[in-house]
């Protein structure tokens, strides 16, 4: 069993950034594909970011291309998400996510949840 908690989350304004990490414990992380995912009030959760096991090949969603950059330290078992030029739209509940698979994350089909933490952008 793999246990995520992420944390970092809070209130920033537009423009701003944040830094999420999620903190694994259980096993080691660097067996698996690390992903994170957001929900915003009254919509789907959603795939943000991937990175894989071994390459570190990174995905990312075309609405934080360019903003969202996804990182992993396998020394520490944390996985990041740094968040540069923040909107209102990006507000949501972000959730860490670990499979064996990059494909199947991005599809949405993880093992492992973490709780979530709350991101807010104000306008």
């Known amino acids: 069993q793999v246990q995520l908690v992420e944390s970092g989350g809070g209130l920033v304004q537009a423009g701003g950034s944040l830094k999420l990490s999620c903190a694994g414990s259980?096993?080691?992380?660097?067996?698996?594909?690390m992903g994170w995912f957001r929900q915003a009030p009254g919509k789907e959760r959603e795939f943000v970011a991937a990175?894989?096991?071994?390459?570190?090949?990174?995905y990312y969603a075309d609405s934080v291309k360019g903003r969202f950059t996804i990182s992993r330290d396998n020394a520490k078992n944390t996985l990041y998400l740094q968040m540069n030029s923040l909107k209102p739209e990006d507000t949501a509940v972000y959730y860490c996510?670990?499979?064996?698979?990059?494909?199947?994350?991005?599809?949405?089909?993880?093992?492992?949840w973490g709780k979530g933490t709350l991101v807010t952008v104000s306008s």
């Open positions: 996510a670990a499979d064996y698979s990059s494909y199947e994350i991005r599809q949405g089909a993880v093992d492992y």
């Open positions: 259980g096993r080691t992380l660097r067996s698996y594909a």
């Open positions: 990175i894989g096991q071994i390459s570190g090949t990174t």
